[in-house]
C-alpha cells in the first residue's frame, strides 16, 4: 500500500502553490440587491492554509455585502504562468491587530495612508470551502470540494454529495480536498 499523496492531498498542495503565486484576487460578494460584485483585493499574506485575508475599510460596501451574505468567490489568474483558480468561501470581519502588523505592505498606504492605524481598516478573512483551478502544464480543470457546508446564513449545512446530479457536489467526498476542516 503506497503512502504517498493522495490525488486530492496533490491538488490541494498545487491549488495552495498557485494562490501564492498570485498577487490580486478577484473578491465577488453578493450585493444588496442580491446582484454579483467583483472588485480587485491584493493578496498581502504569503502562507495559504485554508483561509485568505484581504484588508479593507469597516464602512465599506464589500463588508456590508459580506455582513449580509457571506459566501464569496475568490478568483486568481496569472497569465504569465497560465492558471487560474476560483476558490468559493465564507467570509467575515476578522480584525486582529497583530495579524494587520504582520501582513501590512507599503503598497496598502494607498487605501490605508495611515498605515495599520487608519481609522476604519479591518480585515477580511475568507474560509475556502471550495477549489477549482486550471494550470496549463497539466491541461485540466480540477475541482476540490469541503466535505460540508457551514450551517446557518450563507450555508446549507449538507455534504457536497447531497446536491442534485449535475452539480458540482456531485462528486464522492474522498476525490476532494477538505478546506472545511482546517
Given at each position: 500500500?503506497?503512502r504517498g499523496p493522495t490525488a486530492a492531498a496533490e491538488a490541494r498542495r498545487r491549488v495552495t502553490d498557485l494562490v501564492r503565486r498570485a498577487?490580486?484576487?478577484?473578491?465577488t460578494t453578493i450585493d444588496l440587491d442580491g446582484r454579483l460584485v467583483s472588485r480587485p483585493m491584493g493578496l498581502p499574506q504569503e502562507e495559504?492554509?485554508?483561509?485568505?485575508?484581504?484588508?479593507?475599510?469597516?464602512?465599506?460596501?464589500?463588508?456590508?455585502?459580506?455582513?449580509?451574505?457571506?459566501?464569496?468567490?475568490?478568483?486568481?489568474?496569472?497569465?504569465?504562468?497560465?492558471?487560474?483558480?476560483?476558490?468559493?468561501?465564507?467570509?467575515?470581519?476578522?480584525?486582529?491587530?497583530?495579524?494587520?502588523?504582520?501582513?501590512?505592505?507599503?503598497?496598502?498606504?494607498?487605501?490605508?495612508?495611515?498605515?495599520?492605524?487608519?481609522?476604519?481598516?479591518?480585515?477580511?478573512?475568507?474560509?475556502?470551502?471550495?477549489?477549482?483551478?486550471?494550470?496549463?502544464?497539466?491541461?485540466?480543470?480540477?475541482?476540490?470540494?469541503?466535505?460540508?457546508?457551514?450551517?446557518?446564513?450563507?450555508?446549507?449545512?449538507?455534504?457536497?454529495?447531497?446536491?442534485?446530479?449535475?452539480?458540482?457536489?456531485?462528486?464522492?467526498?474522498?476525490?476532494?480536498?477538505?478546506?472545511?476542516?482546517?
Open positions: 500500500m503506497s498577487g490580486v484576487a478577484m473578491l495559504f492554509d485554508g483561509d485568505l485575508w484581504f484588508f479593507a475599510h469597516a464602512g465599506s460596501a464589500t463588508l456590508r455585502h459580506i455582513r449580509v451574505n457571506p459566501e464569496v468567490n475568490v478568483a486568481f489568474t496569472d497569465q504569465r504562468h497560465a492558471f487560474w483558480v476560483a476558490l468559493t468561501g465564507i467570509a467575515g470581519e476578522g480584525y486582529d491587530r497583530a495579524r494587520v502588523e504582520r501582513l501590512w505592505r507599503p503598497a496598502l498606504a494607498a487605501w490605508f495612508p495611515a498605515g495599520p492605524d487608519t481609522p476604519g481598516l479591518t480585515l477580511i478573512k475568507v474560509h475556502a470551502i471550495a477549489a477549482d483551478y486550471w494550470d496549463a502544464a497539466s491541461g485540466t480543470v480540477t475541482t476540490l470540494l469541503g466535505r460540508a457546508r457551514p450551517a446557518g446564513p450563507g450555508g446549507t449545512g449538507r455534504s457536497g454529495a447531497d446536491e442534485a446530479p449535475g452539480t458540482r457536489g456531485a462528486r464522492s467526498a474522498d476525490e476532494h480536498a477538505d478546506y472545511s476542516s482546517q
